[in-house]
T-cell receptor, first 115, second 107 residues
Framework: GAGVSQSPSNKVTEKGKDVELRCDPISGHTALYWYRQSLGQGLEFLIY????????KSGLPSDRFSAERTGGSVSTLTIQRTQQEDSAVYLC?????????????FGNGTRLTVT | KNEVEQSPQNLTAQEGEFITINCSYSVGISALHWLQQHPGGGIVSLFMLSSGKKKHGRLIATINIQEKHSSLHITASHPRDSAVYIC?????????FGTGTSLTVIP
């Protein structure tokens, strides 16, 4: 079947605008993770969902960031009033469960550029 | 202070060499992952470990929970192994990532 799908693959937006990033996990995967990777930087964990619930939102960089997941499937990451420092590749991964033995499957990411 | 430290940051090897990448962490973990990121950005999960050793082809990953240390070994390295290798630990609620080791294997 299909892997983790993210859309759009690229997004250029003006500073101050809102953006919405989408992640379609592998069918049946209950756990979903959002990360970001800024240019020249390492990976940064943002948030994870077990089903539709996000047990820990402390990784979100600011209150301009929010994420939701509906139907235990698609997730959206919303960034309000984008800033230039939000420019990064936003990656989504899913796994069959959030138990430690579950492998991660990554999407190809959304490259966000804030001008 | 980084919860996950990787070494070396950069590594250049001749084809055929045995390669070791190290990862040390300071938090309690449920599992440790080794990830591979090729130029162009796609990320692939290589291994997930909670104890002992795993082997897949020319890749071997080990973890010592008491010492909070993991190693990724590549035997008979090949230019197609050139990539960034990232160590990630899962604490049960969060992931922490190393900054990655950029490996270049020269023919």
């Amino acid at each position: 079947g299909a892997g983790v799908s993210q859309s759009p693959s690229n997004k250029v937006t003006e500073k101050g605008k809102d953006v919405e990033l989408r992640c379609d996990p592998i069918s049946g995967h209950t756990a979903l993770y959002w990360y970001r990777q800024s240019l020249g930087q390492g990976l940064e964990f943002l948030i994870y969902f077990q089903g539709n619930s996000a047990p820990d939102k402390s990784g979100l960089p600011s209150d301009r960031f929010s994420a939701e997941r509906t139907g235990g499937s698609v997730s959206t990451l919303t960034i309000q009033r984008t800033q230039q420092e939000d420019s990064a590749v936003y990656l989504c991964a899913s796994s069959p469960s959030s138990r430690w033995e579950s492998p991660l499957h990554f999407g190809n990411g959304t490259r966000l550029t804030v001008t | 202070k980084n919860e996950v430290e990787q070494s070396p940051q950069n590594l250049t090897a001749q084809e055929g060499e045995f390669i070791t990448i190290n990862c040390s962490y300071s938090v309690g973990i449920s599992a440790l992952h080794w990830l591979q990121q090729h130029p162009g950005g796609g990320i692939v999960s290589l291994f997930m470990l909670s104890s002992g050793k795993k082997k897949h082809g020319r890749l071997i990953a080990t973890i010592n929970i008491q010492e909070k240390h993991s190693s990724l070994h590549i035997t008979a390295s090949h230019p197609r192994d050139s990539a960034v290798y990232i160590c990630a630990v899962n604490t049960g609620n969060q992931f922490y990532f190393g900054t990655g080791t950029s490996l270049t294997v020269i023919p």
